[in-house]
């Protein structure tokens, strides 16, 4: 059976740097930069797969659909927006990871 990602959860919402739950349950997974019981925007912006433990035995997981392939997930901000969201520059080298942007 295939593990159960955010990226099908109905209730796994985005607002401001963070994924939370709208249903209340704090996600275990330890994420830097975010507020406890949320995940930082960072890991859906590198195309993480989000398969977290605590969605695993869930009863409120709500699937939305088929799980989202890997070459699918994730996003390619401008340079604008990745400074907004993760407060630094996309080309500084403390990031603690890389992936492909489009410029703006």
Same mark, same amino acid.
């Given at each position: ?14 607002? =401001?740097?963070?994924?939370? %739950? ?7 997974? *330890?994420?830097?930069?975010? +507020?406890? &019981? ?14 977290? =433990?605590?969605?695993?035995? %869930? ?7 088929? *799980?989202?392939?890997?070459? +699918?997930? &994730? ?30």
């Amino acid at each position: 059976m295939p593990k159960r990602s955010l990226y099908q959860c109905s209730h796994a919402r985005v607002k =401001g740097d963070h994924i939370y %739950c709208d249903k209340g349950h704090k996600f275990s997974f *330890p994420s830097y930069g975010a +507020e406890e &019981g949320k995940i930082h925007i960072r890991r859906l912006i590198k195309g993480s797969p989000l398969t977290l =433990g605590c969605c695993q035995t %869930c009863e409120d997981f709500d699937e939305m659909g088929p *799980p989202i392939k890997a070459s +699918e997930r &994730g996003w390619h901000p401008t340079d604008e927006e990745f400074i907004r969201l993760c407060g630094k520059n996309p080309d500084e080298e403390d990031l603690p990871f890389r992936f492909g942007r489009k410029s703006g």
